[in-house]
């Protein structure tokens, strides 16, 4: 009979997904609300969008314990920011304070997988993909976590436009209207869940613009 090691690991998969889309004057970020761990969902309507500032909000799926410390980081990080500077951290800004904070911690990683979106200087949306140890990529449409597979393939289809693969490089915000923006990502969690076993219950999308930031919501099947 051979000896089985009992194994322990520090982090835990989550799953969920995430979907940011950066448009001319807007951001849609949005993110599925089911917790899972292995076959076993942990609860059905967990948030996994974060508001960091007015104009700037962030998506994370993966190990939701280190999710949630990060975002405690980032949150004190800005508050001294506040402290120090009287005014709130512009999106660029808190895009590069994640990438900095994440890489710090890269021989024992945040086992978090994010995408940040909102508004730059200029008012443009603007969306910033990363991963675990903090190598980010300011692009037009980003997706993370265990439905990204199945998602970002159908996004390159319909956002040509600003897509890394299309030559001479395009401006990096797609060319939809706010309206046809969320509606698309309504398509692509409806398809993803059908799909992915982590992926479900309900779709919580955060639109920000001008006026501020919008909240809505979808249900997704539940099995």
């Not at 001319?24 to 500032?53: E, F, N, P, Q, W």
């Not at 949630?68 to 999106?91: D, P, T």
């Not at 037009?140 to 436009?161: R, V």
Request: charged fraction near 20%.
């Amino acid at each position: 009979m051979t000896k089985q090691q009992a194994n322990w690991s520090p982090y835990d998969n989550n799953g969920g997904t995430c979907v940011a889309i950066a448009g001319a004057d807007y951001c849609v970020i949005a993110a599925d609300t089911r917790m899972s761990t292995g076959y076993s969902i942990l609860t059905r309507d967990y948030s996994k969008i974060c508001k960091l500032a007015d104009k700037c909000v962030m998506a994370s799926s993966g190990f939701q314990a280190d999710v949630k410390a990060l975002q405690k980081v980032l949150s004190a990080r800005h508050l001294i920011y506040q402290h120090q500077h009287n005014k709130q951290m512009s999106c660029p800004a808190m895009g590069q304070l994640l990438s900095n904070t994440l890489y710090y911690k890269r021989f024992f990683p945040y086992y978090s997988f994010n995408v940040l979106g909102g508004l730059d200087n200029e008012g443009k949306g603007c969306v910033y993909t990363y991963d675990a140890v903090g190598s980010y990529e300011r692009v037009g449409y980003s997706s993370q976590g265990s439905g990204a597979t199945l998602i970002t393939p159908f996004l390159d289809n319909q956002l040509k436009s600003p897509s890394p693969l299309l030559l001479p490089a395009k401006d990096a915000v797609t060319p939809l209207s706010e309206t046809e923006a969320i509606d698309l990502v309504k398509t692509c969690f409806a398809s993803a869940t059908e799909r992915d076993i982590y992926t479900g219950d309900k779709l919580e999308i955060v639109v920000l613009n001008a006026d501020g930031i919008c909240r809505e919501y979808m249900e997704l099947r539940k099995d």
